[in-house]
């Protein structure tokens, strides 16, 4: 009877150490954000300005998370600095803040924790789902101008500025101090709109971007085509013709792991 009692004991506390596996953790992210889309076709890691962020995130077990995070960035671009002729010809800029929230699944390719035999490092795998906020502006002879307003390609409305996305990528973590977390990612993500530059079509013909005020007028058209010979005939290409464009975020997290040391019995 008494080494039952010593077996169901050492069982009992065996079940609520696995149960108190599942943590949460509570995390503060730096890093930078950068761009890809019809002013910037060719380099997936130009980042341009820093980032910050919350993350809370639920630990299944060893390997699987659920991760709650927000962030808040900046992107742009400037074809005057470009390295390609053509691009400067365009001379198309812009910039914009973005607001991010998001929900992703962590996949863990080792046993990662801070209990006995497990791993303290562990690359990780991500994807999940996000919304974000966006707003191009550029500067112009000295005056910023928040293009959305201006529908610079001669659209019937003005384009949403809350995107769909879906951020995907990989890390490595560091657990130490038992409960402590330094972890670094790279992730891309892809979004449902082509307008995070302004840029996305063709250049429209002059009298789409009409207005009763010929300062207007002028204004809209001057923000159509900024280039220095007015390259942009109508009908001619003004964007890539890529659908969609995308932006990054490359990152190193510090988080705090919170356990539970009650047993659900």
């Not at 035999?117 to 919304?131: C, D, I, M, N, S």
Request: hydrophobic letters at 35%; one cysteine or more.
């Amino acid at each position: 009877m008494t080494h039952f009692i010593k077996v169901f004991i050492l069982s009992f506390f065996g079940f609520c150490s696995l149960a108190a596996a599942q943590t949460w953790e509570l995390g503060l992210t730096g890093g930078a954000m950068g761009y890809m889309g019809d002013l910037n076709q060719n380099n997936p890691l130009a980042l341009n300005h820093p980032a910050l962020g919350l993350t809370v995130k639920r630990n299944i077990d060893s390997y699987w998370a659920i991760k709650f995070g927000v962030l808040q960035g900046k992107i742009s671009d400037d074809e005057s600095k470009s390295k390609y002729q053509q691009e400067i010809n365009r001379n198309l800029s812009f910039f914009s803040p973005v607001t991010e929230g998001s929900v992703s699944l962590e996949f863990n390719l080792f046993d990662y924790g801070f209990e006995f035999r497990q791993k303290r490092f562990t690359p990780f795998l991500f994807a999940g789902v996000a919304l974000a906020g966006f707003n191009p502006k550029t500067d112009f002879n000295g005056d910023v101008y928040e293009l959305v307003y201006y529908k610079t390609e001669g659209q019937a409305e003005e384009y949403k500025t809350i995107a769909f996305s879906v951020p995907y990528g990989a890390g490595v973590k560091y657990n130490f101090g038992r409960y402590f977390n330094i972890i670094g990612e790279i992730g891309y993500r892809n979004t449902n709109t082509d307008y995070l530059d302004d840029v996305s079509g063709v250049y429209p013909d002059p009298s789409k971007l009409a207005e009763t005020d010929p300062n207007k007028t002028a204004l809209r058209q001057a923000l159509s085509d900024r280039s220095a010979g007015k390259i942009g005939n109508p009908g001619t290409q003004r964007g890539d013709f890529r659908k969609k464009d995308s932006y990054l975020f490359v990152g190193i997290t510090l988080s705090y792991t919170f356990v539970s040391q009650k047993c659900p019995f």
